[in-house]
């Protein structure tokens, strides 16, 4: 059977719809549970300071692809039958969660203590001076940096073609085994990764000055 | 019964005794100024009152809340104990009316009008009626600290504690702030500040706290103990300052 050059394209933007579906779904996942993270990695209480801190070492601290192996077949193991699309939007999730949680504690920690010492002298509890004081100035700060890691994510989704989920890298494996065309198509596929990120960093880079310039 | 009380204080900063068994009583509608050299432990002193630091014996009451060493009561104290900080600390993200409202808002559950009428006449009071919609980055250092004393007013306090409020400000904006220092003490605010000002102390204190090396070295009426200091330390301490 032969491939044109349209049949490519077409799988290839198929795959590539898979790619920004997950990066979605981790960036917006991993963004919750980050954020969940980002509070008990800063809360008063010791054991879940330690916790979020293990969690957060361990995630840093090892390749996105043992995760998601360590996902897939440590489910499996359980005797539950993960899809590889199950299985890749939990290991992105937890890889994002860890990264940004420290991201975002970095701006936190950013804001000065005489915020804190200000909100808590007008009876406000702890987290009442998070939710009004300290994250709504942290967030201003967490935009450029949360942005630039985003694209992180992006090209971190590549590596769940090796489980057999077909986004845009395992559509451009196959059609390069299927065309003996390799370089053309990976170069496809290495240019829709680009259409994916540059804007990304773009964006993050364009934030990063802007706050610079207020700041 | 007075209205603030501290007994047998004692605080330390890892094997460093900062405070070594503070006592002191502040009556109603008394003006304290605290005053001493750096490191003799006024501002950990007044950071105490409020629960900003942590004691390690002996204890603290205002108007039924305590503080020990087990930290008490510290929601329903710092409502009675206002504080206005060197630095000012306004939130810079919210404006000058919003940094007001805030804390009626979310502490004392305040509807947004009321907490809205309730700063427009706090501004007022600090003269300030005009910079309602203003952020705090437009404004002076004497302004913003009287948007900071409007700020902590706003949570209607027994007493405020004042930490150097002058100390970070241009020479030519310290008498604005002091002004209305001046005014609260008139309309019997309870006031403890912890002071550089001693010309403002003189005048407007109705007590003078001299601390020396983490102790209460003397206290009583200001102009007494500012013209006849009963100790060496506070002679040479008033002898080292211009006022």
Redesign the interface.
């Known amino acids: 059977m032969d491939f044109t050059f349209w049949d490519i394209l077409r799988n290839l933007l198929v795959g590539l719809q898979w790619t920004l579906l997950l990066s979605l779904v981790a960036f917006a996942c991993g963004g919750v549970a980050g954020l969940l993270l980002l509070l008990a990695r800063i809360s008063p209480l010791q054991p879940l300071r330690v916790l979020a801190r293990g969690y957060i070492e361990l995630f840093q601290g090892t390749p996105l692809l043992m995760q998601l192996f360590m996902v897939f077949f440590g489910i499996a193991l359980l005797g539950i039958d993960v899809s590889p699309w199950l299985a890749a939007a939990c290991a992105l999730t937890l890889f994002t969660s860890a990264f940004l949680a420290e991201i975002w504690r970095g701006c936190v920690e950013s804001i000065s203590h005489g915020q804190w010492e200000a909100a808590e002298s007008l009876a406000m509890s702890r987290l009442e001076v998070l939710r009004h004081v300290v994250l709504p100035q942290a967030m201003r700060i967490a935009i450029a940096p949360t942005v630039g890691f985003s694209v992180q994510v992006v090209k971190g989704t590549a590596v769940t073609s090796i489980i057999g989920f077909t986004e845009l890298t395992k559509t451009g494996g196959m059609l390069a085994n299927a065309t003996f065309e390799p370089f053309m198509v990976y170069g496809l596929v290495a240019l829709g990764y680009f259409l994916l990120c540059y804007p990304l960093s773009l964006a993050a880079y364009r934030l990063e000055r802007r706050l610079n310039v207020t700041a | 019964m007075s209205l603030l009380n501290v007994t047998a204080l004692h605080k330390y900063y890892g094997d460093n005794h900062v405070l070594k068994g503070i006592d002191l009583k502040v009556e109603e509608g008394e003006v304290v100024a605290i005053i001493g050299r750096s490191g003799s432990g006024k501002s950990t002193l007044l950071r105490t009152l ?1 629960g ?1 630091e942590s004691i390690n014996d002996g204890v603290i009451e205002v108007d039924g809340d305590y503080i020990d060493a087990a930290r008490a009561d ?3 104290l ?2 009675k ?3 206005v ?1 060197q ?1 000012f ?5 919210l404006s000058v009316g919003e940094n007001i409202m ?2 009626p808002q ?2 004392k559950k305040m509807g947004r009008d009321d907490a809205q009428q309730l700063a427009r006449q706090m501004l007022e009071r600090v003269g300030l009626g005009e910079k309602f919609d203003a952020f705090p980055e437009r404004l002076s250092g004497g302004q913003q600290q009287r948007v ?1 004393i409007a ?2 007013l706003a ?1 209607s306090p027994r007493v405020l504690l004042c930490d150097e409020i002058t100390s970070a400000l241009d020479p030519e904006l310290v008498n604005e702030v002091l002004a209305v220092v001046k005014q609260l003490a008139s309309e019997g605010m309870t006031l403890i500040m912890v002071t550089h000002e001693m010309r403002f102390a003189r005048e407007v204190g109705d007590k003078l706290v001299f601390m020396h090396q983490g102790k209460v070295h003397e206290v009583g009426d200001p102009k007494q103990l500012f013209a006849e200091p009963q100790t060496a330390e506070l002679r040479q301490f008033i002898g080292s300052i211009n006022f």
């Not at chain 2, 600390?89 to 993200?93: D, K």
């Open positions: 409020n900003l510290l929601r329903s710092r409502q104990v206002g504080m900080f630095q600390n306004l939130f810079p993200h805030l804390a979310v502490v900071a700020r902590a949570m």
